[in-house]
């Protein structure tokens, strides 16, 4: 009888102790812990005027930075700038325009929450650039977010190629951008 009395209190703790490991582990019922990531494509942004010393490599490089560094957040799911690039490339200057309809349509395309669109304002081979985004919701089709960022290089550039424009101007912007959307999405 006693060791029956035992056997029985030694499965109680042990069932008390894995219901509490369990409900420790798991989230609180309205806990506000997100498990899925948010979906976003990033499309190739669209230079302007003052612009025109900007590569095509340039532009694909910008494209890849900014979705490499929301993808190394952990908090977002950034589709595969190839993917992207298929789907806007044929109507480019109408996703980054002033009009939200184009984004919303890749966006429906590649099956995203958000499209991140923008133009390239200032690329100045002597070591400044201006970005101008917009973060289109594909659900709603309005503009979430706007953010105007802009970068002087510390240094003189000496040759004012994609490389030294991509470290000490690009990059710079392309951190803050995704520092910036990163809280604006979560």
Known sequence: MKR???NLFAAVILGITLTGVALAQSPSIGSS???EKVKVA???FTPRLNASGMTAEAKRQLQASIAFRLMKTNRVHVVDVRH???ASQADLA???GAST???V???KQLKVSYVLTGTVEEYNTKGSATLKTQLVEVATGKVKYTVELSHQSPKELRTGGDVEMKTYVLLPITLRLAETLTAELL
């Open 4 to 6: 029956m009395m035992n």
């Open 33 to 35: 812990i997100k498990t």
């Open 42 to 44: 990033v499309v190739e």
């Open 84 to 86: 992207t690039r298929e």
């Open 94 to 96: 109408a996703v980054n």
């Open 101 to 103: 309809a184009a984004a």
């Open 105 to 107: 349509r890749v966006g």
